[in-house]
């Protein structure tokens, strides 16, 4: 059941609302808003459905608007997740497309989209942390309607241009669906990462996980699982005083004996090997 969230109100001469949303286990239930709203991921990436597609994946590279009324449900992929939310109001949005500049976008905010995000956003964002870090909040609250309308003024142009720009393929939308595989095994690697938890946590099936992983980067997630494990290992090994066996238990491996084997495979030596001075 959709419900309205109002956003923006009368009383409120802005017509943006940004919101920054940062943490994990990030989800909300289907509903819609009383204005337009835009997606853009800052970390990890988020899982997008809405009344007239699919769930989709929305990367760190890229943005989705999602018109007023429209009913969707967001979720964040697993591990470290940190998004902005920019609601626009519809009203102004209509007046703008009166105006050359806004005409092409005006036609399209009938229709939700994923789009790939550019140098020009990528630079407006950071240019928002930066200023929200080093300007007292007063200042930055003076500063933040300007940053909304660039961030929207970029989006809009993206978006309005989108029959001249490539859609991403199914292998550009597998590769970003794999890099945040990636990100999670690394910062997960203390915790359960079979095949089976890692789809669950993605919502994928354990073939369609590990046809796609291998599709992308030609090794599979069990490998890359495990060449991750030895990586962070021997870092552990080589710059603390941990004993092998605390070493394993913080890579997710319960027998230092399988650590060892694992490092002859990678390594071609072992930890207490490593570790030795030279």
């Known amino acids: 059941m959709a419900y309205m969230s109002p956003k923006l109100n009368g009383n409120s001469p802005d017509v943006f609302h940004l919101e920054t949303t940062d943490g994990s286990g990030y989800a909300v239930d289907w509903h819609a808003h ?3 709203m835009l997606l853009l991921p800052l970390q990890g990436g988020l899982f997008l459905s809405t009344e007239s597609s699919q769930t989709a994946h929305i990367s760190r ?28 109001d519809p009203s102004w949005v209509t007046r703008q497309g009166r105006m050359n ?15 790939q995000g550019t140098e020009a956003l990528d630079n407006i964002l950071r240019l928002h942390d930066q200023l929200q870090g080093s300007t007292s909040p007063e200042a930055f609250e003076r500063q933040l309607p300007h940053l909304n309308h660039l ?19 199914e292998h550009q939308q597998h590769a970003a669906l794999v890099r945040d595989i990636q990100r999670y095994v ?31 980067t030609n090794e599979t997630l069990l490998d890359f699982t495990n ?3 030895v990586d962070t290992a021997a870092r552990l090994v080589s710059n603390t005083a941990l004993s092998i066996l605390d070493v394993s238990l913080a890579v997710g491996l319960h027998s230092p004996s399988y650590l060892t084997r694992l490092f002859h495979r990678h390594l071609g030596l072992s930890p207490g090997e490593l570790r ?3």
């Open 34 to 36: 009383d204005c337009h």
């Open 61 to 88: 590279q890229s943005f989705s608007f999602v018109p007023a009324d429209f009913a969707h449900a967001t979720q964040a992929a697993p591990g470290r997740e940190k998004h902005m939310t920019l609601y626009v």
């Open 101 to 115: 500049g806004y005409r092409s976008f005006a036609k399209q905010v009938q229709r939700t989209g994923i789009w």
């Open 276 to 278: 030795k001075p030279r």
């Open 186 to 216: 690394r910062e997960n690697l203390e915790t359960d990462l079979s095949i089976e938890s890692i789809g669950h946590q993605f919502h994928l099936s354990r073939r369609h996980l590990t046809r796609i992983f291998k599709a992308v």
């Open 151 to 169: 961030m929207f003024e970029e989006c809009a142009r993206v978006i309005a241009c989108q029959e001249t720009q490539p859609q991403p393929t």
């Open 227 to 229: 060449r991750t494990r």
